[in-house]
């Protein structure tokens, strides 16, 4: 079993910044970052491979978010830069516990934090 806990969220005008942080309670393959908005399907923004430090971005943040990790601490940020309304969400960390493909979509993931909620407003 891992354990994942989230810090991080709140509330910050549009072109502010906010950043994540998940810590887990084991060593995991890869972790990811994903966010859900009132009445929408749960999107996969960010993710990281442990072991290599690789990371993915979807198309909405690209550019302006960053994943990065405290291996020593087992721990995942995500840094939000010049935030907007849209990004307005219930902010998710995942991982996958041994191996496998890890994408944004959230079938590989067995592992959830309890979420953050991050506003946004113009």
């Known amino acids: 079993q891992v354990q994942l806990m989230e810090s991080g969220g709140g509330s910050v005008q549009a072109g502010g910044s906010l950043r994540l942080s998940c810590a887990a309670s084991a060593y995991t393959y890869c972790m990811a970052w994903f966010r859900q908005a009132p009445g929408k399907e749960r999107e996969g923004v960010a993710r990281?491979?442990?072991?290599?430090?690789?990371?993915y971005y979807s198309n909405s943040v690209k550019g302006r978010f960053t994943i990065s990790q405290d291996n020593a601490k087992k721990t995942v940020l995500l840094q939000m830069n010049n935030l907007q309304p849209e990004d307005t969400a219930v902010y998710y960390c995942a991982a996958v516990r041994s191996s496998g493909y890890c994408s944004l979509d959230t079938s590989p993931y067995q592992y959830w934090g309890q979420g953050t909620q991050v506003t946004v407003s113009s």
């Open positions: 990281i491979y442990t072991n290599s430090g690789s990371t």
